[in-house]
């Protein structure tokens, strides 16, 4: 039987705006609209940031709580996953949302070099986030810019701070961090195996390296990360439609590799998340 892939819509980031696309969902309204497409078209996790109606950057816990109620009534049973990412965003608001609880919450376990900027992750800043994941129930996906954040990953997980199963994402085409490599990323998935056997993971390519990456992942046992966050065109010559195109464009390769679009119940049983409220 073909295996289910865990689809995950990243519909909005922090860094692109309607100018690049106007089809980035940037209101709560949007982002509902937006998600329920991509649902409808097979996605059965989102990730979520929120912004200003300027499109800044966003830690409105109220508006996040806007997005997730909307999302819950409208698209029954997807993983909705917050952003504790920084760009835009001061340190000590990066976990303000995190006790309304949502199923996940990304979690960046080390510090990197963005394209302008430096992606901060101090140790102490880490630690209190995985011990409010811990305190609200949220399961983290690690965020793996640089392998070092693997390694620290179970540094942190023999600590105490993280527990098994991890759920790890691979972040690759990042102007100076990790550029699409296959080989790169086949040395991680090992890696990952060989310390961790129980997780699961997830591949995300930037750009031009979305496709990339949605292929690579799906012949090599991980799931999918898609969305206008990280690449806001359908083709070289296209803007994307809206984030469900993406996602058609994902399910498309999964065909190719005999895989299927995971329903949000087999997600939640493939990230051993409770079944839905
Ligand atoms: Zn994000």
């Known amino acids: 039987m073909s295996r289910p892939v865990i689809i995950t819509v990243a519909i909005t980031g922090s860094v692109p705006r309607k100018k690049d696309n106007p089809a980035v969902p940037i209101s709560p309204a949007e982002q509902i609209e937006s998600t329920h497409e991509a649902f409808e078209a097979g996605a059965s996790l989102l990730h979520i940031h929120v912004r200003d109606a300027d499109e800044s950057s966003s830690s409105n816990a109220t508006k996040f709580a806007e997005v997730q109620a909307g999302v819950k009534t409208h698209c029954p049973g997807i993983i909705i996953q917050f952003s504790t990412g920084a760009r835009g965003r001061d340190a000590e608001q990066r976990a303000s949302a995190l006790h309304l609880r949502p199923d996940m919450a990304s979690l960046c376990t080390g510090t990197v070099n963005f394209p302008n900027i430096i992606y901060m992750n101090p140790v102490d800043l880490i630690e209190s986030l995985a011990t409010a994941m811990i305190e609200y129930e949220i399961k983290p996906e690690i965020e793996v810019f640089d392998l070092s954040m693997l390694y620290a990953a179970q540094n942190f997980m023999e600590r105490g701070l993280l527990k098994a199963p991890l759920h790890v994402q691979f972040v690759m085409g990042i102007k100076n961090a990790m550029p699409a490599r296959r080989e790169a990323l086949e040395f991680m998935v090992r890696e990952l195996n060989g310390l961790m056997p129980d997780a699961t993971w997830t591949g995300a390519g930037i750009g031009r390296e979305q496709l990339v990456l949605n292929r690579w992942s799906a012949e090599l046992g991980g799931h999918i990360r898609t969305g206008l966050e990280d690449n806001v065109r359908r083709d070289r010559d ?17 065909h190719e590799y005999d895989c299927r679009p995971a329903t949000p119940a087999e997600a939640r049983e493939v990230l051993s998340l409770p079944p839905a409220a």
């Open 238 to 254: 296209h803007l994307a439609r809206n984030n469900a195109e993406l996602v058609e464009l994902a399910i498309e390769v999964c």
